[in-house]
């Protein structure tokens, strides 16, 4: 399931527009698949400036633990406590209630650059 | 070892056709777990009614001939005097110098026969020193194909069993002989989980019927198919040591807590001096449980520090508990450190510290018996 509004990363993520200058970030399907359930989330502090790629926080299931990168440079303007207290919401709605961290972005054109979905779909082997 | 060499157990497009997700194990390629399960749901159903795995990666061996029984004695661990034909015992084949080469199960089906399940990997290590030292007149035979191996576990196992006609009353690490559809079975109650259980050995042909069978039984009572993903938090949860991470060539089983497993009477067993001289010594580092008391998830290989930051010990096994919902470990800790259960730890998770407390496992009551 790779839904068309979105952007993608090569990590598995994926952003939303949330403003004007602002994204929402979370892990894809397919990610949340491959990990399997998730049963442990670690998030940044808002107010943390950070480098595209940077890794902001972990994903850990009962198999394996990976990383949370940010998808962009900007500022973490929001994280959604809801997971760290059930993470298995990141399995069970991982494009919806299971969102990670909302970023205002340092260039809101830096968006267009990411994968779209048909790019995504194609990495993933889902054509 | 290459993906092309890895051996397929008779259940493979079974498998495959519930959705498995597949990894190598021992030089076998098994299921972790199922598309329609996941980890914390098979092993909630092996908590709360009924799971059932294939281990058919598990070996299998027969010693045979006259004095069979006596000559394993002689080499493994644990003492076979405690036991009667029809019952089996947890053992372990150790090096001279004291270190595990496998932990298995040693069904004793009579003084001139032995029949033994050990570790897929180490299966023909086994074998091979048994061979190498078996008197005249007694074989060994590694049968590892020769039989798969299904467990029922979970409280409504015996319901399960008793579905197919299938003797399900039989104590604790007893077994039988049986049939099902006219075929051979042995039916054990034996298991990895911690929960009332079987684990049963068709005829490696046989293997695809009787599985689908259980399963539908299984399915019946609110069970399901689980996978090695299951078979693993729910032994850890229980703190059975899993060879190659808490128990190993460097891990002997008076630091592991398997001295329990040691006929320590015995005149001779591989291992004996040593094994001997070091609990009298008193080993030098130990295994413990650990409890996380904050959030965060215990992985093996992770270090082990006492309240000052000192490093004290290291993890084999770790995992997220899905009974406990919180993160448990086993750890190898120095037994200079004094930390005794009760006492708090520290984990070190990728350069985060997770309080953890000192525990005597099991974690989760054992149901067993």
């Known amino acids: ?127 | 070892m290459s993906e092309t060499a890895l051996r397929h157990s008779p259940l493979h497009a079974a498998h495959a056709a519930l959705g498995a997700t597949f990894a190598p194990f021992g030089g076998w390629e098994m299921p972790i777990q199922y598309a329609d399960g996941g980890v914390v749901a098979e092993h909630t159903a092996v908590r709360e009614a009924v799971g059932v795995f294939d281990v058919s990666h598990l070996g299998k061996a027969l010693v045979s001939g006259r004095g069979a029984a006596e000559f394993v004695n002689a080499c493994l661990t644990n003492d076979l005097r405690r036991i009667t034909p029809g019952q089996a015992q947890y053992t372990l084949c150790c090096t001279e110098s004291g270190g595990v080469v496998d932990d298995l199960i040693a069904y004793l089906v009579g003084e001139d026969e032995v029949f033994l399940v050990p570790n897929a990997a180490n299966t023909a290590e086994v074998c091979r020193r048994l061979a190498a030292a078996a008197p005249p007149g007694v074989a060994v035979t590694d049968l590892h194909t020769d039989h798969g191996v299904l467990a029922v576990q979970g409280p409504r196992s015996a319901e399960v069993l008793t579905a197919l006609g299938l003797p399900a009353d039989l104590d604790y690490m007893a077994f039988t002989d049986a049939e099902w559809s006219g075929r051979p079975v042995r039916v054990c109650r034996t298991g990895y989980t911690g929960e009332h259980g079987y684990e049963l050995l068709p005829r490696w042909d046989d293997t695809p019927a009787l599985w689908t069978a259980l399963l539908a039984a299984a399915e019946d009572r609110g069970g399901r198919a689980c996978g090695l993903g299951a078979r693993d938090t729910l032994r850890t949860e229980m703190g059975y040591p899993l060879h190659g991470q808490d128990l190993s060539p460097e891990i002997s089983p008076v630091q592991a807590g398997a001295g329990w497993a040691v006929g320590w009477k015995k005149p001779a067993f591989w291992g004996r001096d040593a094994l001997v001289a070091e609990r009298a010594e008193g080993p030098a580092r130990r295994l413990r449980g650990l409890r996380a008391l904050e959030r965060g998830v215990p992985r093996p290989g992770m270090p082990v520090l006492d309240a000052g930051g000192r490093r004290i010990g290291v993890t084999t096994s770790g995992t997220f508990s899905p009974t406990l919902r919180t993160g448990v470990a086993l750890a190898l800790v120095d037994t200079s450190a004094g930390v005794e259960p009760g006492a708090e730890a520290l984990l070190d998770v990728r350069g985060r510290r997770l309080r953890c407390e000192v525990v005597k496992p099991p974690f989760v009551q054992a149901h067993v018996r």
């Open chain 1, 1 to 127: 399931m790779v839904p068309e509004e979105l952007r993608y990363t090569e990590q598995h993520e994926w952003v939303a527009r949330a403003g004007d200058d602002t994204v929402r970030v979370g892990i894809t399907d397919y990610a949340q698949r491959q990990l399997g359930d998730v049963v442990f989330v670690q998030l940044p502090e808002v107010g943390r400036q950070v480098a595209e790629g940077d890794s902001v926080g972990e994903v850990e299931s009962t198999k394996s633990v990976s990383d949370i990168y940010a998808p962009l440079a900007g500022e973490v303007v929001a994280v959604n406590e809801a997971v760290v207290t059930a993470p298995e919401t990141i399995n069970g709605d991982p494009y919806g209630d299971g969102w990670l961290v909302e970023l205002r972005i340092s260039d809101p054109a830096s968006v267009d650059g990411l994968l779209d979905a048909a790019g995504y779909r194609e990495k993933i082997g889902e054509v």
